[in-house]
């Protein structure tokens, strides 16, 4: 997708977004072509210090075939060069995974920013994670040694391990891994709010306790409005017909769209754009998680 933004005149919406609850925000994407996630990154980046209060660091990381690129600044990322670069360059990918921080476990340093990238089975696998927990400095995590001092990268190491003692052998069948991975990340609830996105490359998976949305967009295109600049895109000009684009994110970035909440230990499992695994159908008697006061969904009516 070319970039090729307008700006919205007399747009409010930025008002409505002032005022953030604590923690971190996610944001993902999966796409069956290589897409750049330049419209969605300028809302995240935001949110980062200007219409939230994630000061203490952000990062991207970009999946191009075997490989990955990733850029991580531990400053706010509304005044970071780095997130600037990002925003304006469009870095084209199937696989994306982003985070901006606000610090609870660990300082604000390079070293404790998201995410974090392991190797296992010749790929790379890349998490972040949205939450606070308790109880982690106990988790086993092998050879998957953490580099800094989050409760988060503990608990990617954590996993990490599961893999390998579940799987000693490359496993054939990945959809089966990712739902193992989801019951795991069931034990990681107990411990706290673990809201988390995962990749290997082409598989996004995600994971909630409490906050999580996600949209998928295909033909009939139409118009995207970001809720925190005044920025519009008409993705029929930027798409062909066949493009199917997932996005994941702690609080919807569009105002004009509809996103689809997810509910606490819900799942969800997107590959090339696609959402291709769901325990959501086990969970409709499930409430959703009591919504952050100024951060509804569109679909819920705003205070």
Known sequence: MRKRWSNLIGATRIDLFREFCSMCELLGMSANVPTDICFSFTGLMQRGG????????WGITFYEGKGFRTFKDPNPSCESKIAELVQSYP??????????????????????????????????????HNGQLTDYQSLDTGRHRPVGQTDSEKAFCWLMNQLEQRYPDIPQDMEQVFAYLASCCETLREKGVFNMLLSDGEYVMTYCTNHLYWITRRAPFGNAALLDEDVEINFQEETTPNDVVSVIVTQPLT?????????????????????????????????????????????????
């Open 50 to 57: 200007k219409t939230g209060p994630h000061r203490d660091g």
């Open 91 to 128: 870095i084209k990918s199937c696989s994306v995974i982003s985070h901006i921080r606000q610090a609870n476990r660990g300082g604000v340093s390079l070293e404790n920013t998201h995410p974090f990238t392991r190797e296992l089975w010749g790929r790379y696998w890349t998490f972040a």
């Open 255 to 303: 105002g004009n769209e509809t996103w689809q909440r997810m509910k606490p230990g819900e799942y969800g499992l997107f590959h090339f754009g696609e959402r291709v695994s769901s325990n959501a159908n086990l969970l409709l008697d499930v409430p959703f998680a009591a919504a952050k006061p100024s951060c509804q969904a569109p679909t819920e009516p705003l205070e």
